[in-house]
């Protein structure tokens, strides 16, 4: 790529699926507002697309888990250095870092170190409110401009002189904007008089295995009593435990959203899809089976001690998904919460409206862009 002695305005940094998706949409609200600027950096296929004049692929940054990480140290390292000295070479007006805060913060404080001459941004603050509170320091330190897309994130930063704005919560404009497929019913076989209980047991093979077992018991005793309701399941890959399941619906990945819209109520392992369900106003039961030595870890080495764990209940700052975590998290309790559920759902779809209000209308990219745009000026 021929970049010496050309005048870059902006490096993007997405180092994995997720940023990629935001990164691609916040490519397109720049080149939308400011169509002449030259961005360059790592991203995935989403953000190539979208005009990326990509240094390296996302695709040579995925790895998961400690022990993937470990035994790809070395070749991290070696891209983490790679990329400093092409940051420091190019010299862009801007450096933007999408999550990935492992990486990200690290990489702002080394351009930092080397006095790059640039802005440095960050975009989607690291869950500093639950664990990690030393980071909020060395954001402090290293960043002009920290973006977030919760509203309750910036009261953390208060106490420093970093500029933090809330752009708005890319959920919002996703939903908003998404499309539903109008066969969901017909296609798997769904008869319209069946209310729909759905389970959302997670997107990785040790949660889905933990949490999955006794979402299906409860769901399934419901049903026993209640033959109006049906049990339909999204699955989001091939696991063989899905092969055993023979009186629920599976749902592939890309109907998740009309599995959503059409549910009467949802169980679901806790992550980013209690957000969603919140905004289709879907009442939802979460849970998250931890084995007692992680709990241990988690309030006493971590200190990750939350009056909730549900990012819908953190940002009520009250209770609007019952939760059920670690040892609370029993087929005796999800059967009693969800029967409550289902008889105080418009409570809960209630709750759901006023998470909505909170997060507000704004379009979190577009925002994004012109903060972004406004520090190249």
């Known amino acids: 790529m021929a970049i010496k002695n050309s005048v870059v305005d902006l490096f993007l940094f997405a180092g994995e699926p997720s940023a990629d998706l935001h990164g691609e949409k916040l490519i397109r609200a720049l080149l939308k507002q400011k169509p002449d600027l030259t961005i360059i950096g790592v991203g995935g296929p989403k953000m190539r697309d979208a005009g990326l004049k990509c240094l390296l692929p996302m695709e040579e940054f995925q790895v998961m888990g400690f022990i993937d990480v470990m035994i790809h140290l070395p070749s991290l390292l070696r891209k983490f250095f790679f990329i400093k000295r092409a ?9 933007v870092t999408i999550d990935y805060p492992g990486f990200n913060l690290r990489m702002a404080k080394a351009l930092r170190k080397a006095h790059f001459k640039g802005k440095l941004i960050h975009y989607i603050c690291p869950s500093v409110w639950a ?7 060395l954001m402090a330190k290293n960043l002009d401009l920290l973006l977030t897309i919760f509203p309750f994130e910036k009261k953390y930063f208060s106490h420093t002189s970093l500029c933090v704005e809330y752009v708005g919560n890319p959920l919002i ?20 008089d069946k209310r729909i209980i759905a389970l959302f047991p997670g997107s990785r093979k040790k949660v889905i295995e933990r949490n999955l077992p006794l979402q299906l018991k409860a769901a399934e005793a419901i049903v026993k009593n209640h033959p109006e309701y049906t049990i339909a399941i999204s699955q989001p890959r091939h696991l063989p435990l899905f092969d055993e399941i023979t009186n629920a619906t599976l749902i592939p990945s890309e109907y998740t959203y009309e599995l959503m819209h059409e549910a009467a109520v949802a169980i679901a392992t806790s992550g980013t899809v209690t957000l969603e369900l919140a905004l289709h106003k879907t009442p939802t039961v979460v849970t998250y089976a931890v084995f007692s030595m992680d709990l241990f870890l988690a ?16 940002i009520a700052e009250k209770q609007i998904f019952k939760e059920l975590i670690g040892p609370n998290f029993t087929f005796e309790n999800l059967l009693a919460a969800t029967q409550n559920l289902l008889r105080a759902r418009e409570q809960c779809i209630q709750g759901c409206e006023e998470v909505k209000g909170i997060l507000g209308e704004e379009d979190a990219s577009k925002n994004a862009a012109q903060f972004i745009i406004n520090k190249l000026l």
Do not use: A
Request: aromatic fraction near 16%.
């Open 87 to 95: 940051v420091l070479n190019i010299q862009p007006k801007c450096v």
């Open 131 to 137: 664990w990690g509170k030393d980071r909020i320091d």
């Open 173 to 192: 404009k996703t939903i908003e904007n998404y499309t539903y497929k109008s066969d969901f019913r017909e296609k798997f076989q769904i008869p319209k």
């Open 299 to 314: 309030k006493q080495i971590f200190k990750i001690n939350l009056p909730y764990y549900c990012i819908v209940n953190i």
